[in-house]
Antibody, heavy 121, light 108 residues
Framework: QLQLQESGPGLVKPSETLSLTCDVSGGSIKNYFWSWIRQPPGKELEWIGYIHHSGATNYNPSLQNRVIISVDTSKNQFSLKLTSVTPADTAVYYC???????????????WGQGTLVTVSS | EVVMTQSPATLSVSPGERVTLSCRASQSINSHLAWYQQKPGQAPRLLIYGASTRATGIPARFSGSGSGTVFTLTISGLQSEDFALYYCHQYDNWPPYTFGQGTKLEIK
């Protein structure tokens, strides 16, 4: 059974870089797309971006100037970096596998448990 | 960006009842819609994809319908474990993928 687990600092100072890792177990990271999604407290889900095991990426236009998603197939993990954070970036961050019957249209399954990142000095 | 609008924001129902949750897209998304269930402190769980196909292990009391811009999630015979948050997600027109703001199903 595929499982995803996010890890990283729970507190980041404003203007610094948020860094998270998603460890994939129970299956290979290869041949899939992998996403990061976040949910600010009391607000809706926001898709951040995805990466393919080949390294191809696609980002939410609203965040693309600050986001870098990378993959390490040898460790079966992928990572998120969000630069120049502000308190508005405080959220629960989730990683998830993209899955679909067609290469172009994919839903999210499964998801990691999520990790809360607070941006505060 | 496709805006997804869910209604109502909160639904108070009794166990055993049948309930319908709505999700509307700002433009046609064909049938590229998924529904997720989220309980407090847990990750979202996929219920429905392709607007109407149940994910593996999802009970038959969950059903999805719709295409284009109007979609529904119906839960027949509500059980105690069904009281949760429900989100719809469009994956037709991206980037970005977008989600509805959620419907909270609470016990009446």
């Amino acid at each position: 059974q595929l499982q995803l687990q996010e890890s990283g600092p729970g507190l980041v100072k404003p203007s610094e870089t948020l860094s998270l890792t998603c460890d994939v177990s129970g299956g290979s990271i290869k041949n899939y797309f992998w996403s990061w999604i976040r949910q600010p407290p009391g607000k809706e889900l926001e898709w951040i971006g995805y990466i393919h095991h080949s390294g191809a990426t696609n980002y939410n236009p609203s965040l693309q100037n600050r986001v870098i998603i990378s993959v390490d197939t040898s460790k079966n993990q992928f990572s998120l970096k969000l630069t120049s954070v502000t308190p508005a970036d405080t959220a629960v961050y989730y990683c998830a596998r993209e899955w679909g019957l067609d290469a172009s249209w994919r839903w999210l399954d499964p998801w990691g448990q999520g990790t809360l990142v607070t941006v505060s000095s | 960006e496709v805006v997804m609008t869910q209604s109502p924001a909160t639904l108070s129902v009794s166990p055993g009842e049948r309930v319908t949750l709505s999700c509307r897209a700002s433009q046609s998304i064909n049938s590229h819609l998924a529904w997720y269930q989220q309980k407090p402190g847990q990750a979202p769980r996929l219920l429905i994809y392709g607007a109407s196909t149940r994910a593996t292990g999802i009970p038959a009391r969950f059903s999805g319908s719709g295409s284009g811009t109007v979609f529904t999630l119906t839960i027949s015979g509500l059980q105690s474990e069904d009281f949760a948050l429900y989100y719809c997600h469009q994956y037709d027109n991206w980037p970005p993928y977008t989600f509805g703001q959620g419907t909270k199903l609470e016990i009446k």
